[in-house]
């Protein structure tokens, strides 16, 4: 059964720290570009970060640059997002994706909630 499963999301401060992991089953993420989007109350999903496994590349959002990084355990199959100084506005529901290099597969976790708040 193929599955993305995120973990990791709660309740931090301002300046605290959380990390993300996304683990996938039923497929590896050695042909997928793996991406970070989170969706916050009333506003469109938007792309946060990215791994691209065809090179090693990654992208990251300039709201998170220098903050965020995003990281592969291969022998897991597993993608994490390790996000430092929060800020309130990075309160949102974080989604795991899954994109096919070769092919038109997308996967979708369920989503894990980040509140960031004093």
């Known amino acids: 059964q193929v599955q993305l499963v995120e973990s990791g999301g709660g309740l931090v401060q301002p300046g605290g720290s959380l990390r993300l992991s996304c683990a996938a089953s039923?497929?590896?993420?050695?042909?997928?570009?793996i991406g970070w989007f989170r969706q916050a109350p009333g506003k469109e999903r938007e792309g946060v970060s990215c791994?691209?496994?065809?090179?090693?590349?990654?992208y990251y959002a300039d709201s998170v640059k220098g903050r965020f990084t995003i990281s592969r355990d291969n022998a897991k199959n597993t993608v994490y997002l390790q996000m430092n100084s929060l800020k309130p506005e990075d309160t949102a529901v974080y989604y795991c994706?899954?994109?096919?290099?070769?092919?038109?597969?997308?996967?979708w976790g369920q989503g894990t909630q980040v509140t960031v708040s004093s």
């Open positions: 994706n899954a994109r096919g290099l070769a092919t038109n597969n997308n996967y």
């Open positions: 039923g497929f590896t993420l050695d042909y997928y570009t």
């Open positions: 791994f691209r496994s065809s090179d090693g590349s990654t």
